[in-house]
Each structure stands twice: as structure tokens, then as C-alpha cells.
């Protein structure tokens, strides 16, 4: 560690993020599938040996593309201002969550459906623990009752890319009317 | 129509049962990757030219295992007693539609999931269809107010197979804990 110097730190970031964008636009253009070692390579104009050093198999590079997509949406909130942040009513904290998800389902869906198109990463992956910790913990503090790991299980799933992708684009309902129905049912749920 | 004898349509929906039986074996022992047409022709000892006849193609096939393995529901929340069938108060044929599910997932889950896997059919069959239908009609009639639509879309979310079995699998919840929590997300949703 003592050796590594601050510059070649910056460097191994900036080389990272540059993979990382270079698999979300080949997911956005292409679809999950076109997601290959080789295909990021040539996106990044990096040689294949780059990709392999950086994040081990097609798998962690799945794993890195989610938390790459996932970790805004949690620093805020876990660490940002409120409704989303600390210091709100939890009630109101968790609306703000439905609706900031919904929102980053918007821009970056076809990622979220890219990692949700694998078993092992759509229920198993740190960003899914992290979501269900957040959620049920809000329950908690809103005073909840009831089994509060299944109903947080519950809440998620309509937030789920896919079927959110599925409702604006096939459906054409605007990611408005998804998110008032989802602070509709969060209502419902927590009515004392 | 007039020269299709009895006999002959008789050995036509046995010939397709046999297939779609050999289909539903493979995919719960060998997942649905495994199904292809060539292997449910092993399977049921039959040549591949009878498969492509019967189902046109492996797309086709897997829409006729999800309606072999819906059918049976549809029949008893369409047709069939109460509380699941009609009569019965609409709440109450809610619940009993989601445990319906719920038991139906804890046999047919592999199936279940095999189709869920790919996009179109599982957004997309008429399966899919039929049940938003029947529990959108259940909440109007049970006098819910509210986006119906999407709360149907939001209460069936927690009840596709390859949530269930990631909870009855890997988080090792029983399927009645999966059960009580639905029945009462829906009391919640529904009260007055």
C-alpha cells in the first residue's frame, strides 16, 4: 500500500470508470448480451488482458456495472439531505426512496434490467441488501407492524427495472403515475 | 373440421400433454436452458418434426407450458368454488387467489420461472393477462379506490415464482410465512 502512490490510484479509478461507462453504453445499445469481455475491451480501446486484470470475469464486471449505478442513489439516501436523507419523517423518507429508484429506473434502466436478467445478482447481489436494510428499517421506525423483511420485499418488487421498463414502454404509463401509485400503496401500508 | 375424427383430435391433445409433460420434467430437472426442442423429443420419444408440427417453435412451446401449468388455476378462480371461485367476497377470493398462487409457485415453480425468464412472456402471455384482469376486478369490486391498474400490477409482483423461490430457497421462509404476509398486504391495501 505504502508504494502505491496517488497518482497510479487516480489512474486504476479513471481506468475503472472508463470500463464501467463503456459497459453501460454497450448495454444501452446493445442489450445485456452484447456484455462480453472483448466487446468492452475494444468499447474502451483497451486491450481484452485490461478488462480480465480489472474485474476478474464477465460476472464481477455485472456486479461492478450495479454498484457503480447503485451507489448515488445510496449515498443519498443513507448520507444526503432530506426527505431521501436522514432527518425526515421515515414515512416521507421512504416515498422519497420510491420515487428517487423510479427516477434512476428512468436513465439507467436498461443496466438495472441488464443485472436483473441474472438470477444470482437480481436477489443476491450488496445493492438488493442494502435497499431491503433501508426499507424495512423505515418500517421500523414508522412503527409498522407486522412481518417487515417480506412486506420490504414486497415494496421493492414493484420498483423492479423490468417491470417499471415494462409499464412506461409498453404500457406507456408516465413514471409519474408509477411512482403516485407507489406512494399510494406505501400510504396504505403504513395508515396507522 | 368435419373429417378430424374423434380418435385423431383425441391422439393430438394426448401427443401434446406427453410433449408438454417431457418439458416441464426438463425443466425441473435441468432448468430451462435445457429445453430444447430436440431434448423434449428425447425426452417423450418422439422425432423433433413432431415438436416443430405441435409448437411451431421453442418460443411457442414454452407459451404452451406456462397455459398447461396456468390453466388449472384459471379454471378454479374463474369457475371453480368458493372462496378462490365466484360467490365468495371479493377480498376473501384475493386471498384465496394468492394462496392459490403461492401453492401453485411451491410445485410449478421451476416452469414458472423458466417463462419469467424471458421478458416477453412473462410481462407479455395471456396467462399474465388474465390474472391482472381478475385481481384488478376483485378490487373494484371490493370497492378499493385508487390507480387499479397498477395496484393489481404492484399486489401480483410479490407473487412471481422466481421471488418465491428465492425466498423459500436461499432465505428458507416457509410458503405459508410467503402466504400470511401477502394476505395481509392485500387487507392493508384494501382497507376501508
Chains 1, 2 share one sequence.
Not at 17 to 36: F, I, K, N, S
Not at 75 to 92: F, K, R, S, V
Request: with cysteine; charged share 25%.
Amino acid at each position: 500500500m505504502a508504494d502505491d502512490s496517488g497518482a497510479e490510484r487516480c489512474d486504476a479509478a479513471r481506468n475503472r470508470a472508463l470500463l464501467l461507462d463503456a459497459a453501460a453504453l454497450l448495454v444501452a445499445e446493445r442489450g445485456a448480451d452484447a456484455v462480453t469481455m472483448d466487446a468492452v475491451a475494444a468499447q474502451a480501446g483497451v486491450g481484452k488482458g485490461t478488462v480480465f486484470r480489472r474485474f476478474g470475469s464477465r460476472s464481477g464486471l455485472m456486479h461492478a456495472l450495479l454498484d457503480h449505478t447503485e451507489s448515488e442513489l445510496q449515498q443519498a439516501y443513507l448520507h444526503g439531505p432530506p426527505p431521501l436523507g436522514p432527518g425526515a419523517d421515515p414515512i416521507e423518507r421512504l416515498v422519497a426512496y420510491g420515487r428517487a429508484r423510479l427516477a434512476m429506473v428512468e436513465v439507467q434502466g436498461d443496466v438495472l434490467r441488464a443485472v436483473e436478467s441474472s438470477p444470482e445478482l437480481r436477489f443476491g447481489g450488496p445493492a438488493r441488501q442494502v435497499s431491503l436494510v433501508h426499507v424495512r428499517t423505515l418500517l421500523r421506525d414508522a412503527g409498522t407492524p407486522g412481518d417487515l423483511p417480506l412486506l420490504a420485499q414486497s415494496l421493492l418488487a414493484p420498483l423492479e427495472a423490468s417491470l417499471v421498463l415494462h409499464q412506461v414502454r409498453d404500457l406507456h404509463m408516465p413514471i409519474d403515475r408509477i411512482a403516485d401509485a407507489w406512494e399510494d400503496l406505501v400510504r396504505r401500508i403504513t395508515a396507522r
